[in-house]
């Protein structure tokens, strides 16, 4: 069974500097998705980007990229220029590609704080 | 609005009771997925259906169950409510080839 460890439970940052958040992932496929979600105290789950298996490009999306290291199983995410907004739970969650969808699996989440 | 509309939005109801929680789909997605999310709680997968079939089960319990109907719509019914049911409860929708889910907003339900 695949599982995804985020092993911090809290993390806090100050507005405009850069925080990295942790994941790591087990599992014997090879073909997934990897993703980071963010749950702000609206609890609306927001996709926040997206990662190919395939792909050793590592996502951007403005100021979010992650460092996908397939190897060691680790997908963390960098948030730079960080801002008040960007206060919410992160969650880190794996998905198999298949044709007919498939469950994603989460972490336990990260609970982020922008201080001013 | 992502697509993926969840009814109702909140509900509170006394222990033993029974509840359905409604889902639409975003337009052209096949697969739905029901999540649990208790307080201060990860997701935690409960069903997956595919195109009015049930693709994959987790963590869902004998007392709850769910269906797809053919316009795609689906219920989450829970039943015999006890205290520890109350949660958020998510729908996602995915299309057959997207690697992206779409969630609805959820239900909050509140068990008394």
Redesign the interface.
């Known amino acids: 069974a695949q599982t995804v460890t985020q092993s911090q439970p809290e993390m806090s940052v100050q507005e405009a500097e850069t925080v990295t958040l942790s994941c790591t992932y087990d599992t014997s496929e090879s073909d997934y998705?990897l993703?980071w979600y963010k749950q702000p105290p609206?609890?609306?789950?927001i996709?926040v980007i997206?990662q190919?298996a395939y792909k050793q490009q590592n996502a951007t999306e403005n100021r979010f990229s992650v460092n996908f290291q397939k190897a060691a199983k680790s997908f963390s995410l960098k948030i730079s220029d960080s801002q008040l907004g960007d206060a919410a739970m992160y969650?880190c969650a794996y998905?198999l590609?298949r044709?007919?969808?498939?469950?994603?699996?989460?972490?336990?989440?990260t609970q982020l704080t922008v201080n001013p | 609005d992502s697509g993926v509309t969840q009814t109702p939005k909140h509900l509170i109801t006394a222990t033993g009771q029974r509840v359905t929680l409604r889902c639409s789909p975003r337009s052209g997605d096949l697969s739905v997925y029901w999540y649990q999310q208790s307080l201060d709680q990860g997701l935690q997968f409960l069903i997956q259906y595919y195109n009015g079939e049930e693709r994959a089960k987790g963590n869902i319990l004998e007392r709850f169950s769910a269906q797809q109907f053919p316009d795609l719509h689906s219920e989450l019914n829970l039943s015999s409510l006890e205290l520890g049911d109350s949660a958020l409860y998510f729908c996602a929708s995915s299309a057959t080839e997207d690697y992206g889910y779409t969630f609805g907003s959820g239900t909050r339900l509140t068990v008394v």
Do not use: I, K, N, P
């Not at chain 1, 609206?42 to 789950?45: A, H, K, N, P, T």
């Open positions: 998705y993703f609206s609890r609306q789950m996709l997206r190919e969650f998905r590609r044709t007919s969808g498939s469950r994603l699996t989460f972490g336990e989440g």
